[in-house]
T-cell receptor
Framework: KQEVTQIPAALSVPEGENLVLNCSFT??????LQWFRQDPGKGLTSLLL?????REQTSGRLNASLDKSSGRSTLYIAASQPGDSATYLC??????????????FGGGTRVLVKP | DAGITQSPRYKITETGRQVTLMCHQT?????MFWYRQDLGHGLRLIYY???????DKGEVPDGYVVSRSKTENFPLTLESATRSQTSVYFC?????????????FGPGTRLTVL
């Protein structure tokens, strides 16, 4: 059974510092990995998706890396801003044979960027 | 509006009552999902559907019923609500099983069962 872990559960940084968020998973046979952002009381917003054949994906200040063999992904957010304060979730998708090729989520990292 | 909408956004009900949460998507995505989000448990899959008239159980299906007569709608029914079903419910959709395809989420329904 796939298990996804995000450590730390919470993180506080001063504005301008780079953010590094970690995600680890136990079964390396993944189809893809998706990073989401969730603001309090809101739904999940997709940030980046990395296919299993990719090593990294970039969008603006966000960069996500994937190392399937070690079961790890890292989300980097450059030059953090107070508006980056949110909970960040990673989720992995198994292959087509898995139930609905469903996403398995980590517990999230709650980020606070202090002005 | 384009995307995924959920209704109601907030619902308070009593133990034993039947409740239906609605989910509508405008993309004609094949896959639709229902998750619940609880403190300490994260997001857990309740039911999913690969296409109209095709549904299957996820991790925590007990006490829930789904149907999908039309591609764009995927209602979730709690047949006899219990306090343990107090949660935030998210509907999601994805176009196909392809590796490039992202999953998108609705805004959620906060359900309280008294």
């Amino acid at each position: 059974k796939q298990e996804v872990t995000q450590i730390p559960a919470a993180l506080s940084v001063p504005e301008g510092e780079n953010l590094v968020l970690n995600c680890s998973f136990t079964d390396s046979a993944i189809y893809n990995l998706q990073w989401f952002r969730q603001d309090p009381g809101k739904g999940l917003t997709s940030l980046l998706l990395i296919q299993s054949s990719q090593r990294e994906q970039t969008s603006g200040r966000l960069n996500a890396s994937l190392d399937k063999s070690s079961g790890r992904s890292t989300l980097y957010i450059a030059a953090s801003q107070p508006g980056d304060s949110a909970t960040y979730l990673c989720a992995v998708r198994q292959g087509l044979r898995a139930a609905g090729n469903k996403l398995t989520f980590g517990g999230g990292t709650r980020v606070l960027v202090k002005p | 509006d384009a995307g995924i909408t959920q209704s109601p956004r907030y619902k308070i009900t009593e133990t034993g009552r039947q409740v239906t949460l609605m989910c509508h998507q405008t993309w004609s995505h094949s896959y639709m999902f229902w998750y619940r989000q609880d403190l300490g448990h994260g997001l857990r899959l309740i039911y999913y559907s690969a296409a109209a008239d095709i549904t299957d159980k996820g991790e925590v299906p007990d006490g829930y019923v789904v149907s999908r007569s039309k591609t764009e709608n995927f209602p979730l029914t709690l047949e006899s609500a219990t306090r343990s079903q107090t949660s935030v419910y998210f509907c999601a959709s994805r176009t196909t099983g392809g590796e490039k395809n992202e999953q998108f989420f609705g805004p959620g329904t906060r359900l309280t069962v008294l």
